[in-house]
């Protein structure tokens, strides 16, 4: 759809960064973005030390609870936005609908790109992060339960997929909502443009 066509080569890097240890939680998903881009592009350059990868972009895309448009509900309540993984069951994954059902979640895409550089540690790093809010509708709850027992959720961060299904949930989205989808093209393809302005080394090593 972007116009390019990558090799796909999952990372190995196990995700299990603790979110308390940001003190932003949108930290979160671009350091595991950043984690998995690093982990691939060093095998890479170990397995063929002559000819490293010119550019590897690592991706993670998580749904944070309760967004607000101008503010979070921790700011209102004091409640914390939770992080919701790949559900673990049908039964988790229908009480995340039922959390987000009938609010607002904020879907947040970290994109990290590495690529090699003459100076140590050998690769530069550039990460960004992208926003979009996803408003539930007020689904019945045998509509949810419905969508549950589909299975379409199941293996989707927050239980949900935008782009099947799942978009019979949703009212709006305010964003990218290729970002909701899982990638962020149009924030990468503006990064790609400043890289290529902005810095010397990028692509030509």
Do not use: W
């Not at 999952?10 to 690093?38: D, G, R, W």
């Not at 448009?69 to 039922?98: C, F, H, I, V, Y």
């Not at 339960?145 to 927050?158: M, P, S, T």
Request: proline share 7%; net charge negative.
């Amino acid at each position: 759809m972007l116009g390019v066509d990558p090799e796909v080569i999952p990372s190995t890097f196990p995700e299990n960064l603790p979110l308390s240890s940001f003190e932003q939680i949108h930290e979160y998903p671009v350091a595991t973005a950043t984690q998995k881009a690093v982990e691939v592009y060093k095998r890479l350059v170990e397995a063929d030390p002559d000819d490293p990868p010119d550019l590897v972009i690592g991706a993670d895309t998580v749904v944070f609870t309760h967004a607000l448009p101008a503010t979070t509900l921790e700011m209102e309540t004091g409640t914390r936005q939770e992080l919701l993984e790949k559900p673990t069951s049908k039964a988790d994954n229908l009480r995340m609908l039922l959390d987000l059902n009938g609010g607002v979640c904020e879907v947040v895409s970290g994109v990290s790109l590495v690529y090699p550089i003459l100076t140590a540690p050998g690769y530069a790093i550039r990460e960004f992060d992208e926003r979009s809010l996803v408003y539930f509708a007020e689904n019945p709850r045998h509509v949810l339960e419905a969508y549950v027992e589909n299975g379409e959720g199941i293996d989707r961060a927050g239980g949900f997929a935008v782009q099947g299904l799942g978009a019979l949930l949703i009212r709006k989205i305010d964003g990218d909502y290729n970002n909701v989808v899982g990638f962020p093209g149009t924030a990468l393809f503006k990064m790609l443009d400043m890289l290529v302005e902005d810095d010397d080394d990028f692509l030509t090593i």
